[in-house]
Nanobody, 122 residues
């Protein structure tokens, strides 16, 4: 079992920055594919960014160039640095872990955090 705990959400003005953190329990963190998803009210959960065991990263087109995902295996933590935030980035952001390959569909992910709210004001 893996437990994921997110932190770092909040209210920020458009153009600002936030860094989300997701800390995992367990000793096999480095073996997991980690990803961030988000869900805005009335919308489906969507892929934001992912990082695989090798450290390769993948992004949704909507955040490419503005968001950066990284991981610190010594701290069992994955980060999402969000810059140049826009009102349309407003959503609940979820951290997810998958033992398999990185996919942009949320269904295969085995473990989820509780979510952290990000609100970007215009």
């Amino acid at each position: 079992q893996v437990q994921l705990v997110e932190s770092g959400g909040g209210l920020v003005q458009a153009g600002g920055s936030l860094r989300l953190s997701c800390t995992a329990s367990g000793r096999t963190f480095s073996s997991y594919t980690m990803a961030w998803f988000r869900q805005a009210p009335g919308k489906e959960r969507e892929f934001v960014a992912g990082i695989i065991r090798s450290g390769s990263t993948y992004y949704a087109d909507s955040v490419k160039g503005r968001f950066t995902i990284s991981r610190d295996n010594a701290k069992n933590t994955v980060y999402l640095q969000m810059n140049s935030l826009k009102p349309e980035d407003t959503a609940v952001y979820y951290c997810a872990a998958n033992w398999g390959v990185l996919v942009r569909d949320p269904a295969p992910y085995d473990y989820w955090g509780q979510g952290t709210q990000v609100t970007v004001s215009s």
